[in-house]
């Protein structure tokens, strides 16, 4: 696995860093960023097409609008990997 560092939330404090990784050989972005509470997990599964809640292996992460550029940047390099 090829995990290429992306961004870190610019407004980050080191402590509590949403980050995003982007693994082109996988094809996959990774993300980092903050547990929701228990309310808005509630929320989010009452209203996901999915079948149940969150599984144990998946996760449901908050990620600050500001790092939208760095999302993107992850996912074109992702793309472009899959363009090769």
């Known amino acids: 696995m090829a995990v290429e560092f ?7 404090d080191r402590d509590h860093c949403p ?4 693994d082109a050989e996988a094809q996959e972005v990774l993300l980092q960023g ?7 997990q ?18 449901i992460v908050r990620i600050p609008a500001r790092m939208i550029p760095v999302i993107r940047e992850a996912c074109d390099a992702v793309e472009r990997a899959r363009l090769r």
């Open 34 to 40: 903050w547990k929701p509470t228990p309310e808005t």
């Open 6 to 12: 992306v961004g870190i939330d610019p407004d980050t």
């Open 42 to 59: 509630a929320e989010c599964e009452a209203t996901s097409p999915a079948n149940g809640s969150v599984p144990e292996t998946e996760a």
């Open 19 to 22: 980050t995003v990784w982007a």
